[in-house]
């Protein structure tokens, strides 16, 4: 949009620009002056940043709303999904991603657990267990079982290399503490339909714990609330709750307010969030002016 003659002005409720890319990536997996490059360059193209101000608790969705043409809002998919696992309000159990945003500024399979398996090595932890409740996958894939979809076979990241102890078809039972204080996992083996195996129990001595099976939608405090009521959630296949707008024009219920990215489409990955954010800016340059050079 700026490339394209319009003041755009970006406002950030953390102290610096970059978002998830910035605070939820370590610094193994993305260096960040890479992203301060890009907001280097964006700034001299006329960019604005405003950072440090939560939209919908410092700055109302309203305000934006009456001082700007157009609003857009890429908030992310920032809500942890419930585990209610027995014990999971003990000190020591957390959800994974204020970990991680806490090292920029162990339950799940998926690339956040294996971002805390690397932070935590590289915090001195002496022993770190993954835990997976899905079955070990193969060593070589089967495509033409699973074409079109993405080929299941044995996968081990940077992370898991340095050292992490993996555990797959297992399901955790309960947090055991003492005196309020983590102090173990309880878990089990689980059959083909993620079903406890009787007399397969066993414990994992642990000091923390941390929670890592996806999102469930944007944080609820900011313009979801702000704007309950007017701007209209739908509950995708994963039964994650999502602004509603369509991937054309990016227009939600609430006028000239447009969403993308994670806030849209659910919990995704960054080559998303830039597809929809270019595609969401050419739909606010046409609303704008009548057309649009940008591309698509």
């Not at 296949?237 to 307010?257: F, G, H, I, M, Q």
Request: hydrophobic share 35%; with cysteine; net charge negative.
């Amino acid at each position: 949009l700026g490339r394209a003659g319009h003041d755009v002005h970006v406002y950030e409720r953390e102290s610096r620009p970059g978002g998830l890319m910035r605070y939820g990536i370590p610094d193994f997996k993305i260096e960040k002056h890479y992203i301060d490059r890009r907001i280097e360059q964006m700034q001299g193209e006329g960019v604005s940043f405003h950072c440090g101000i939560n939209v919908g608790v410092d700055k109302p969705v309203a305000e934006l709303l009456a001082e700007y043409d157009a609003v857009l809002y890429c908030g992310g998919s920032e809500t942890p999904r419930p585990a209610n696992i027995p014990g999971d309000d003990l000190d020591g159990v957390h959800d994974a991603m204020p970990y991680l945003v806490q090292q920029n500024k162990r339950v799940g399979g998926g690339d956040t657990a294996s971002d805390c398996v690397g932070t935590a090595f590289r915090q001195g932890a002496v022993r770190v267990t993954q835990l997976d409740i899905r079955p070990q996958p193969p060593e070589k894939e089967d495509k033409l079982s699973v074409w079109p979809y993405w080929a299941t076979k044995m996968r081990t990241s940077s992370s898991q290399a340095e050292g992490a102890e993996r555990e797959f078809q297992v399901a955790t039972l309960e947090f055991i503490g003492e005196d309020g204080a983590l102090t173990g996992v309880k878990c089990c083996e689980v059959d083909e339909k993620r079903k406890p195996i009787a007399g397969t129990e066993f414990v994992i001595r642990a000091d923390l714990a941390f929670i890592a099976i996806g999102f469930a939608g944007p944080a609820t405090v900011g313009p979801v609330s702000e704007l309950d009521g007017q701007m209209k959630i739908a509950t995708d296949s994963r039964r994650s709750k999502n602004v509603e707008a369509n991937d054309r024009d990016y227009k939600t219920s609430v006028e000239k307010l447009y969403a993308a990215g994670d806030v849209r489409r659910g919990q995704s990955l960054v080559v998303w969030a830039i597809r929809e954010g270019r595609q969401a800016a050419r739909s606010i340059d046409e609303a704008l002016m009548g057309s649009s050079v940008l591309p698509r």
